[in-house]
């Protein structure tokens, strides 16, 4: 190819984007975004209170088996800050872990305590139901004295 010392016309054009083309590809994201985001905030809420419940029962279990494998009276306080698991009559805790409000998640009424006797029942209870929810996604826990837990929508 011989040498003209003329640039070629594609070698001259500047790159880049011109202010419209920003505006529009910024149009179209904030678009998508206003459409995406209310159903994913809705899953979210869902995946964290299912979770939440989930801790809930998991600690429950945990609480029950710890009282059958030490063959003593164990108690599992559930608060929507923390759940812990300590002897009857004890403040030191065995075993404590967050609560539900660590993830936004709200659990209705005061604190409850589940005292686990070494055969693994329930004292003192008959149904105990734990309600939690955030924005509009609910689960509720449901204990039975015999140490079912069940967990509903």
């Known amino acids: 190819m011989p040498s003209s010392g003329a640039t070629p016309a594609f070698w001259s054009m500047r790159s880049g984007f011109s202010l419209i083309e920003l505006v529009l590809v910024l149009a179209l994201l904030g678009l998508l975004l206003g459409i995406a ?3 994913l905030a809705g899953a979210l809420d869902r995946i964290e209170v299912t979770a939440a419940a989930s801790h809930i029962a998991a600690a429950h279990t945990r609480a029950r088996m710890m009282a059958i494998s030490g063959s003593r009276v164990l108690v599992l306080t559930v608060d929507s800050v923390s759940l812990s698991i300590h002897p009857r009559g004890s403040t030191t805790n065995l075993w404590s872990d967050r609560g539900p409000a660590l993830s936004r998640v709200s ?4 604190p409850r305590s589940f005292t686990f006797s070494p055969e693994g029942f329930s004292l003192g209870l008959s149904n ?3 309600h939690l929810s955030r924005g509009s996604a609910t689960r509720t826990v449901v204990v039975s004295r015999l140490g079912r837990v069940r967990i509903t929508p």
């Open 37 to 39: 985001l209310p159903p």
């Open 107 to 110: 659990l209705t009424g005061p």
């Open 128 to 130: 105990a139901t734990l």
